[in-house]
């Protein structure tokens, strides 16, 4: 299994042998049952799939606090299924509707809590799914457990899994993820808030306006791990928007399907509200091994380094000369020779190997500074607009 794991990589595989897909509507909230207004999309046409269905909690009646008071459970109408093989025939359902269409190489995410959770998974593999990952997402501020007879629960579950196990080029942003996360690889188990505060949208009366709005930070976490900008990411359960409100933020296009107007309504007056990122905050993360190839004898065809011009090591005790031809000429002792910036940074430290781009050093009116920020330099100039 192929993955693209550094963002944008113009290398990495987006099909497969099947033909691309028809183009989706972008930007757009359709209101409807989501099985039914998935079969309008076209075949292969969605890069990511975020989906919150319902959970199935099988509340039996109010839900007390040790005062009498009642909690603000999940108890609406579309929570609720007669047992559980019409739930598995509704969850059956929708993933076979979101398979279709999802591009080859694009992921699903599905979250839940222990209802639902182990029969979703089960599902998606009986489906032809492959499992990838599966996220814990640790609530720092979880409801109590208000009779005192289990745990309090305080996580639930992602799954992230690729449409297909031979599934080739999916997004995976692992180098800007350990990047974004101090130089460690970032885990699956993730401490974020629930929605609480502003982020919360209210009703006419105050009242949490949905029940289950999960929090931004989560959604712009799933989004930035999993896929690049310009992608098409689809929630086939769409609430009160937050998927498509980080989507537009962070660059990326978006399809919410939501059965209910005042909901769908809400979220797009949302979504409507929100600004997008800057661009070069956004812009995928690129390695030096990824980033476009520079010569060294570039810098001096661009003037950004002369010949003649002196190099030094990162103390300035060694020194080598840049010769026109992009190469450099070092002597010391009895160590005499001519070639490139990495050949001659070993033969200076005595070692196999060099990268000659971070060893060698230019002084200027910047102080002394590596010759890999000239370069780039020039790589800037190359980066699409």
Not at 8 to 34: F, N, T, Y
Not at 81 to 108: E, G, I
Not at 243 to 267: N, Q, V
């Amino acid at each position: 299994m192929d993955v693209a794991r550094i963002g944008a990589p113009k290398r990495a595989p987006r099909s497969s042998r099947e033909p691309a897909g028809a183009i989706a509507p972008l930007d757009h909230v359709m209101v409807g049952d989501c099985i039914a207004e998935l079969e309008k999309l076209p075949a292969r046409s969605v890069d990511l799939v975020f989906a919150d269905p319902p959970y199935n909690l099988q509340l039996a009646g109010d839900l007390k606090r040790p005062d009498d008071s009642k909690v603000d459970a999940v108890d609406d109408d579309w929570d609720k299924f007669s047992s559980f093989a019409a739930y598995d025939a509704f969850t059956r359902a929708w993933l076979m509707a979101c398979r279709r269409v999802m591009k080859p190489a694009a992921t699903l995410w599905v979250i839940g809590s222990y209802h639902n959770i182990f029969r979703v998974g089960a599902i998606l593999q009986d489906l032809g799914f492959w499992v990838l990952n599966d996220v814990v997402w640790r609530k720092v501020n979880p409801m109590p457990n208000f009779r005192g007879r289990r745990f309090t629960n305080a996580h639930e579950t992602l799954i992230w899994a690729a449409r297909e196990a031979d599934a080739r080029g999916y997004t995976f942003n692992y180098e800007a993820l350990k990047a974004g996360n101090d130089d460690v690889q970032m885990r699956s188990d993730w401490m974020i808030p629930l929605c609480t505060g502003e982020e919360r949208l209210k009703d006419g009366s105050g009242r949490k306006l949905h029940p289950t709005q999960k929090p931004q930070a989560l959604l712009a976490r799933v989004i930035l791990s999993s896929s690049r900008p310009g992608d098409l990411v689809l929630d086939p359960f769409f609430g009160t928007g937050t998927t498509g409100a980080m989507a537009k933020r962070l660059g990326r296009h978006f399809i919410g399907i939501e059965r209910d107007p005042t909901y769908a309504a809400r979220a797009r007056a949302r979504i409507g509200a929100v600004e997008p990122l800057p661009a070069p905050s956004i812009a995928p993360f690129v390695t030096a091994r990824e980033a476009p190839r520079v010569p060294f004898m570039t810098l001096i065809e661009r003037g950004l380094l002369n010949a003649g011009a002196m190099l030094t090591d990162t103390k300035g005790r060694v020194h080598a000369l840049v010769r026109a031809d992009g190469t450099l000429a070092f002597e010391n002792g009895k160590n005499a020779a001519v070639g490139s910036i990495h050949r001659i940074g070993a033969l200076a430290q005595g070692l196999e190997a060099c990268n000659g781009w971070t060893y060698w050093h230019i002084e200027d009116a910047a102080g002394r500074r590596p010759i890999d920020a000239l370069r780039a330099q020039i790589r800037a100039e190359m980066a699409p607009c």
